[in-house]
């Protein structure tokens, strides 16, 4: 069976860990100093195959003599090679030295495939897929007579991105590439930093194409799928709701718990699978009383997968408010790591009374996509306070916001009759640059921290401008 969670128990009792992987089961544990080391095996569930053995590292409060993470532990497969492993550590050098060093190396190995296969170790390099950053998965392998192939090729260009972000610690250089986790790990050889495994995340599965219409789902009576989850993550739970996940099963929910009081988690089953996912991209403000979550559910995309809306109510200074916003169901993979806003229907949810109106809200967006061209005519006819309310629907609005990427959290809004000349003065800055939806009435544009979100509707047949939103923070 997968183990659904871990604690820390200690005089004080027992505390959830933050991260735990799915669909894994427990084979081993042992202790060195204040570290606990975990060996576990992978289940096959989603895309993870099955039989993947890694080291699942609880450092604790001090450093331990070996690197505290999973890879460092790569290749311990029993308990009796963890244990020894963990008796007979390599000496560490010190950080400040091995970056230094490990750059060197990287630097020279990235010149050429000759010069790639030249620095690899004596027995080779394996090349490899990463599984929840934890278990490795072997898909080829280098020696120092590596013929050229795509495999040699594209070990060379993750030297050479792990050499441009500099990001090295005791024994591994790592890269980010669009957000994809690339690790070059080394060993020292004849007095030398030798590579011996150049590895990548596995990739995602592509986003699933709509195959159904928009809906909202209804919540179940029972949320015992939920519950036990989150019990295994956090002790003390308190469930908001549950839904099917998808026709083919799995549920989906969302709660709370005592690791992370106050913020929602969602639960996702699945098969073996069992996943959780912090809402924390908004908090709620100190200053805040009377604070409530509610939960609807709707496949607001129509991907045949049901999504969460999350609506936040609060008083301040004797006013209530309140804002609701659909979060998109995890795609069926092992390496989501957190959930995405669906943006293309923040503007729908912005405003809606209830949980239920804005789910409701989210799942009524027509499923009709815009062209980059046709939003940038618009935006250019509604670049005047007078075009504006030419082109805008009559409930159109103009946000500016402050918390990157949440273009509706805490937005100040303009109200297309009070629009004026500076309100849409920038509405066509990054016209070129917009990405829009096929399937959607949204555009975006994204730089950094900055964005402007773009929402369009129709009167009979001529596009119109919904709303406009513009980051106004620092």
């Not at 069992?274 to 709707?298: E, H, I, S, Y």
């Amino acid at each position: 069976a997968a183990a659904l969670g871990a604690f820390r128990v200690g005089s004080d009792g027992a505390t959830p860990v933050a991260a735990w992987p799915a669909a894994v089961r427990v084979l081993g544990a042992a202790r060195e100093g204040a570290a606990t080391y975990v060996l576990l095996e992978t289940l096959g569930a989603l895309d993870q195959p099955a039989g993947l053995r890694g080291v699942w590292i609880d450092a604790g409060r001090e450093r331990g003599a070996l690197e505290p993470s999973p890879l460092s532990l790569a290749g311990v497969s029993t308990i009796d090679d963890l244990s020894g492993r963990l008796r007979s550590p390599q000496a560490p050098a010190s950080v400040e030295r091995d970056a230094t060093s490990l750059l060197s190396a990287l630097r020279a190995a990235a010149t050429s495939p000759a010069a790639l296969a030249h620095d690899l170790s004596a027995d080779g390099a394996d090349v490899g897929l990463l599984w929840q950053s934890i278990f490795v998965q072997k898909t080829g392998h280098l020696d120092a007579q590596a013929s050229p192939s795509p495999t040699l090729d594209r070990a060379l260009a993750i030297v050479r991105g792990a050499l441009e972000t500099q990001g090295c610690g005791r024994e591994t250089c790592e890269a980010w590439p669009e957000g994809r986790r690339t690790v070059v790990r080394f060993a020292v050889e004849g007095g030398r930093w030798v590579i011996r495994a150049i590895l990548e995340d596995a990739p995602s599965p592509p986003p699933a194409p709509a195959v159904a219409h928009a809906a909202v789902v209804d919540a179940t009576a029972d949320a015992a799928a939920t519950t036990a989850i989150l019990r295994a993550r956090g002790g003390d739970v308190r469930v908001l709701g549950e839904a099917p996940l998808s026709q083919g099963g799995g549920t989906i929910g969302v709660g709370f718990t005592d690791a992370a009081p106050g913020t929602p988690v969602v639960a996702v089953s699945e098969g073996a699978a069992a996943r959780t996912f912090l809402v924390d991209a908004v908090t709620p403000r100190r200053a805040w009383t009377d604070v409530t979550w509610d939960a609807a559910f709707a496949d607001v995309d129509g991907d045949g997968r049901t999504d969460v809306v999350l609506r936040l109510a609060h008083t301040e200074d004797g006013a209530s408010t309140a804002w609701a916003q659909a979060f998109l169901a995890p795609p069926p993979t092992v390496q989501a790591s957190h959930l995405h806003p669906d943006l293309a229907s923040a503007l729908a949810t912005f405003d809606a009374p209830d949980v239920k109106s804005a789910a409701r809200a989210a799942a009524s967006l027509p499923a009709r996509g815009v062209t980059r061209d046709e939003a940038c005519r618009l935006l250019a006819a509604a670049s005047s306070s007078r075009g504006f309310r030419k082109v805008a629907t009559a409930d159109a609005r103009v946000l500016r916001f402050a918390q990157p990427g949440m273009p509706t959290w805490l937005a100040k809004v303009v109200p297309a009759g009070r629009v004026g000349a500076e309100d849409v003065r920038d509405l066509a800055a990054h016209c070129a640059e917009l990405a829009c939806s096929a399937a959607r009435p949204y555009c975006a544009w994204t730089g950094s921290t900055d964005s402007q979100h773009v929402w369009v509707g129709w009167r009979g047949e001529d596009l119109a401008l919904a709303g406009f939103a513009d980051y106004d923070g620092e």
